[in-house]
């Protein structure tokens, strides 16, 4: 069973970075894509960027040229570095893995807070 921990959600000013880490466990089968969604009160979740197991990014309209995804296969790590923040970043940042193994299979994480002071 393969499970997802977000690291490094916080409180930061506007125009500070913050890095979140996203750690999985368990075995990984097949192709996989691991990304970044972003939730705020009375919103469905949203894309924010996310990351093939070969490399291939894709970031939402609203986080381009700010957020770089990134990831380490070797530890099952995929990170995403933050800067120049804005209020409108603020929500509940969740990791999301994708594997394709004969079926498609999606797992989350718990969340991580991150507020972004004005």
């Known amino acids: 069973q393969v499970q997802l921990a977000e690291f490094g959600g916080g409180l930061v000013q506007a125009g500070g970075s913050l890095r979140l880490s996203c750690v999985a466990s368990g075995s990984i089968l097949g192709r996989n894509s691991m990304g970044w969604y972003r939730q705020t009160p009375g919103k469905q979740r949203e894309l924010v960027a996310s990351i093939t197991d070969s490399g291939s990014t894709n970031y939402a309209v609203s986080v381009e040229g700010r957020f770089t995804i990134s990831r380490d296969n070797a530890i099952k790590t995929v990170y995403l570095q933050m800067n120049s923040l804005k209020p409108e970043d603020t929500g509940v940042y969740y990791c999301?893995?994708?594997?394709?193994?004969?079926?498609?299979?999606?797992?989350w994480g718990q969340g991580t807070q991150v507020t972004v002071s004005s």
């Open positions: 999301n893995l994708i594997t394709v193994w004969g079926t498609r299979r999606d797992y």
